[in-house]
């Protein structure tokens, strides 16, 4: 009788063991639930914050500008713009420390000037040029951008006039030289490297003076 109690309390410590060790056994952590999947709308949005709080760890491709380009004529045909040139070349040249019209680049800001200019200025210039060009041509062959300077003078020494301010000639070919003559000579020296050789040469203190900018302007140093 007593076997059999001993076999059955052996049978039962098994049983009772979880019990009797169940409040010392430590408790498993709990095991997060998994995130749904994220949807393509969310995950859009999570890619826009990234960028935002990584601004520089997009790579982006640098544009180089274009900065040793020579300006265009855009107003002007080919051969008007090289009369016009040439005229700058004869009207205004350089002079001792001083630029020339084609070094402070007066044809190309009359280019850009004319272009916004009323209209019947714009007819001014176009047929002016146009004829000069014609009888430089009918004269000597050539156009006039290819002229020598005494072919030059013949064509245009006989229409230039004295006339004062807010007066020039009427006649329209003769009023084209002259007003073009003027205009030359202003868009020299009211440009920015003329403004440099004044101060340069102490006609001009540093700082004092306006003048056009550059059709494509870069950061300079004011003189």
């Known amino acids: 009788m007593r076997r059999r109690d001993f076999v059955k309390s052996l049978v039962a ?17 709990p095991v997060p639930p998994t995130p749904p999947p994220l949807q393509p709308a969310e995950t859009a949005a999570s890619a826009d914050r990234n960028e935002l709080l990584e601004p520089y760890a997009a790579q982006i491709a640098a544009s180089v500008a274009d900065q040793f380009a020579s300006t ?5 045909s080919d051969a008007q713009f090289a009369t016009l040139r040439k005229m700058c070349d004869l009207m205004m040249p350089s002079l001792n420390e001083y630029p020339g019209a084609l070094q402070a680049g007066a044809p190309e800001f009359l280019d850009f000037l004319l272009g916004a200019s009323p209209s019947d200025r714009q007819q001014m210039y176009t ?34 006039r004295a006339w004062i301010p807010e007066h020039p000639p009427t006649e329209p070919y003769e009023r084209f030289i002259n007003l073009a003559h003027h205009d030359i000579r202003t868009a020299t020296m009211n440009s920015q490297l003329w403004s440099v050789a004044a101060t340069s040469a102490g ?4 700082g004092v003076g306006m003048y056009w900018s550059p059709i494509d302007p870069d950061i300079q140093r004011m003189v």
């Open 127 to 160: 047929s002016g040029l146009d004829r000069l060009n014609s009888e430089a041509q009918s004269r000597f062959g050539i156009p006039f951008a290819q002229v020598n300077a005494q072919q030059a003078d013949t064509l245009l020494r006989p229409w230039l």
């Open 72 to 76: 265009q004529a855009h107003f002007f």
């Open 13 to 29: 410590v098994p049983v009772a063991a979880p019990y009797l060790l169940g409040e010392q056994a430590p408790t498993p952590p």
């Open 203 to 206: 006609e001009r203190p540093p």
